[in-house]
C-alpha cells in the first residue's frame, strides 16, 4: 500500500485568479489535471491502476482510455450524462472503494473531461488523463494549459512512462521527413519521468536510458521504478506549468555544469544528430528591463514567428529554424522582481514571480534547495550550442 508523510500531503486546490461578469476579480479553486503520455506498452495502465488502488485517501478521476483491466477492481458503475447535451450518449464512471472515480474517456475530448469534472465537482480532488501510447502530448498540454482561464482544471504536470527495455531503440528510430518521433515527443514534452519496467534491465543498462532521456530533456525528474511504483508525492502538485516550480528545474549533470552566468550547454552523450531532440540551458545574469524585453521579443520572435531573429550587427540566421516542443524559463530582473517563462510548442506566456509564494510543493526545490538559477531552457530538433549563442548576442548578455 502506497504511505504518504504528513509532509507529503499535496495541496489539492489550487486558487487561480478569474473574472465575474462585471470584470471584477473572482477567487476560485480549480481541480489540478496530470496529463500521463508513454509509448505503447510503457506501463501508464500498470501505473494508473495503482493509483486507483492505493489508499493516498485522494479522490483522484482517473480517464483513460478504455477501463482495460481494471473493471475487475471491486467498484460500482456509474452513468454520468453530458449537461451540456442531455442527449448526448452519457460516460461511463466507475467510483472505486478509495475514492478514487475511474472514467472511460474513448474519443472524449477536453469539453468531455470539463463538463465530467464540472458535473462531479464536490467528488474530485484531482484529474489524471491517460494519453493513448502514440499521441503528442504537446498538443493536448497546450489546449489543457491555453483553456485555464476559463475552466475549473489547472494543469499540473505532463508525466512521461517510459518502458527501460525499449525506450532507447524507440527514441532513436528515424522519420522519413527528419521529424521528432513519439517517443522524442513525449520525453521532451514530460516534467517527470517514470523509468518503468527497471526489474527487467541491469542497473548499468539503466542508467544508460537514464542517460539517453537527460539528451533529450534535461529538466526531468527521473524515477526508476517497477509496475509505476513511487511516492504519489511525487507525481502531485508539481505546479510544472504554473510559477514558481520552473525555478526548481534540475541543473545540467555535474559533468556539464559550470559557473559562467552566461554559459550555454547541449547535451551530447551520443545520441546527437540535427534530427535528434535535446535541451539546451543557457544561464543568464541578472537582467535590466531593456534586457528582458529583448528576451521576450526573442521568444516572440522564435516561438510565435517561427523565425530566428536576426542579430543587432544585421547577421542573419542561417538554415532551418529551430523546432521548439517545450521553454521553461527563469529570469531575474536588476528591479529585484522575477519572471517565469513556461512555452509548449509555439505557445509561451511570462509570469511575474509572487516573491512569496514557495518554490513548489514537491518540485525537489533546485539541487538541495539551494537559490535557483535565472535561465532560459529550449527543448526541441536543432536545438544545439548555435542557439544559446544567438539568444546571448540577441539579449546582449
Ligand atoms: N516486468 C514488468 N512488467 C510491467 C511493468 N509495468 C508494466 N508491465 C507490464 O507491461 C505490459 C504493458 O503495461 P501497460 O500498463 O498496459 O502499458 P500501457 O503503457 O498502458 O500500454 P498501452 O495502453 O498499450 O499504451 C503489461 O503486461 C504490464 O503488466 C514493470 O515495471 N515490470
Not at 462585471?22 to 501505473?47: D, Q
Not at 489543457?144 to 494543469?155: I, P, Q, R, S, Y
Not at 544508460?208 to 511504483?229: F, I, K, P, Q, Y
Not at 555535474?254 to 559557473?259: K, P, V
Request: proline residues 6%; negative net charge; hydrophobic residues 40%.
Amino acid at each position: 500500500m502506497l504511505q504518504m508523510d504528513d509532509d507529503d500531503v499535496p495541496q489539492l486546490l489550487v486558487a487561480d485568479t478569474n473574472f465575474d461578469a462585471a470584470g471584477r476579480p473572482l477567487e476560485r479553486p480549480k481541480v489540478p489535471i496530470t496529463l500521463l503520455t508513454g509509448y505503447l506498452g510503457a506501463g501508464k495502465s500498470t501505473l494508473l491502476e495503482y493509483i486507483l488502488t492505493a489508499e493516498h485517501g485522494y479522490r483522484i478521476a482517473v480517464c483513460m482510455n478504455d477501463f482495460g483491466d481494471t473493471t475487475d477492481i471491486e467498484a460500482k458503475s456509474l452513468q454520468l450524462s453530458n449537461p451540456s447535451d442531455p442527449n448526448a450518449p452519457s460516460s461511463s464512471l466507475l467510483a472505486l472503494p478509495n475514492g478514487c472515480l475511474c472514467c472511460s474517456v474513448k474519443d472524449m475530448g477536453i469539453a468531455a473531461i470539463e463538463d465530467m469534472v464540472a458535473s462531479q465537482r464536490d467528488k474530485i480532488d484531482w484529474v489524471v488523463v491517460e494519453l493513448t501510447g502514440l499521441a503528442d502530448p504537446a498538443p493536448i498540454a497546450k489546449d489543457f494549459w491555453a483553456n485555464e482561464e476559463m475552466g475549473d482544471l489547472v494543469l499540473d504536470s505532463v508525466i512521461c512512462v517510459v518502458d527501460s527495455r525499449n525506450v532507447l531503440k524507440q527514441l532513436a528510430e528515424e522519420r522519413e521527413d527528419g521529424a521528432p518521433n513519439e517517443a522524442q515527443k513525449q520525453v521532451a514534452c514530460a516534467d517527470v519521468i517514470l523509468l518503468n519496467k527497471a526489474d527487467l534491465v541491469p542497473a548499468a543498462e539503466l542508467d544508460n536510458v537514464a542517460a539517453a532521456v537527460a539528451d533529450v530533456n534535461s529538466t526531468l525528474r527521473v524515477h526508476r521504478t517497477v509496475r509505476g511504483n513511487v511516492r504519489l508525492a511525487e507525481l502531485f502538485d508539481l505546479r510544472a506549468f504554473t510559477s514558481p516550480a520552473v525555478a526548481a528545474l534540475p541543473e545540467p549533470e555535474a559533468c556539464c555544469a559550470e559557473d559562467d552566468h552566461a554559459h550555454t550547454h547541449a547535451h551530447a552523450h551520443g545520441m546527437k544528430g540535427p534530427n535528434t531532440v535535446s535541451t539546451i540551458t543557457v544561464h543568464l545574469p541578472t537582467l535590466p528591463t531593456d534586457k528582458f524585453e529583448r528576451l521576450n521579443a526573442f521568444l516572440e520572435s522564435l516561438l510565435w514567428n517561427g523565425t530566428v531573429p536576426t542579430l543587432p550587427g544585421g547577421k542573419a540566421w542561417e538554415g532551418a529554424t529551430p523546432d521548439i516542443l517545450r521553454t521553461k524559463g527563469y529570469a531575474v530582473l536588476a528591479d529585484g522582481s522575477a519572471r517565469v517563462i513556461q512555452g509548449v510548442a509555439d505557445l509561451f506566456e511570462v509570469r511575474t514571480l509572487d516573491p512569496t509564494a514557495n518554490a513548489g510543493a514537491g518540485a525537489g526545490a533546485g539541487a538541495g534547495g539551494a537559490e535557483p538559477r535565472p535561465k532560459i531552457v529550449f527543448i526541441g530538433r536543432g536545438v544545439d550550442e548555435t542557439l544559446g549563442e544567438w539568444v546571448r548576442a540577441y539579449v546582449g548578455v
